[in-house]
């Protein structure tokens, strides 16, 4: 059975860093690329990072450019969602999500529960 | 990038059917058939529904349904069940090898 556990949120003061994780389970997750997606309380989806299946592609939205960076490790089973210079407007819950692909069209097969990261003084 | 465009909100009673637009551009939705579609109920983590724009993942319901026309994606739901009231978001591959989600479409089931 596929576990995607994410871990590391909490409330953090705005310019602050936090680093948040994932476990992989149940899966062969160094064959499929993974995604960061974001839900700010009462809002709708937003899609933040995502990685190929083997960290050589990574691509994220330009709302997190330069302040988020996506990593994985393999050997661990593990993915990251390093986060600097956070601001109010990143609060939401984060996502960890695996798409059914080696390298990313979207499809996001498997989700965590989710971790929540709130930014306030 | 802006989101995709989804209506806020959609109904209907049971045993109908209702669809569900997501309009994009030519720059992912209409440039790829790389649409997928996820149900997300209260509290819970989204749940993919239909990925490829047509095809449905294992254990899905026949009751759900992906088509495309142009920039414009559907999700129809036929036999409406009350157990299918959700948020409904669809998602597209872009141009710029990134993902767009749409806004999300509250379902009510009368």
């Known amino acids: 059975q596929v576990h995607l556990v994410e871990s590391g949120g909490g409330v953090v003061q705005p310019g602050r860093s936090l680093r948040l994780s994932c476990a992989a389970s149940?899966?062969?997750?160094?064959?499929?690329?993974m995604h960061w997606v974001r839900q700010a309380p009462g809002k709708g989806l937003e899609w933040v990072a995502l990685t190929s299946y083997d960290g050589t592609y990574k691509y994220s939205a330009d709302s997190v450019k330069g302040r988020f960076t996506i990593s994985r490790d393999n050997s661990k089973n593990s993915l990251y969602l390093q986060m600097d210079s956070l601001r109010p407007e990143d609060t939401a819950v984060y996502y960890c999500?695996?798409?059914?692909?080696?390298?990313?069209?979207?499809?996001?097969?498997?989700w965590g529960q989710g971790t929540l990261v709130t930014v306030s003084s | 990038q802006s989101a995709l465009t989804q209506p806020a909100s959609v109904s209907g009673s049971p045993g109908q059917s209702i669809t569900i637009s997501c309009t994009g551009t030519s720059s992912d939705v209409g440039g790829y058939n790389y649409v997928s579609w996820y149900q997300q109920l209260p509290g819970k983590a989204p749940k993919l529904m239909i990925y490829?724009?047509?095809s449905r993942p294992s254990g899905i319901s026949n009751r759900f349904s992906g088509s495309k026309s142009g920039n414009t994606a559907s999700l129809t739901i036929s036999g409406l069940q009350a157990e299918d009231e959700a948020d409904y978001f669809c998602n597209s591959y872009t141009s710029s090898s990134t993902v767009i989600f749409g806004g999300g479409t509250k379902l009510t089931v009368l």
């Open positions: 999500a695996g798409d059914r692909n080696y390298f990313s069209y979207g499809i996001m097969d498997y």
């Open positions: 490829d724009v047509t």
């Open positions: 149940g899966f062969t997750f160094s064959n499929h690329a």
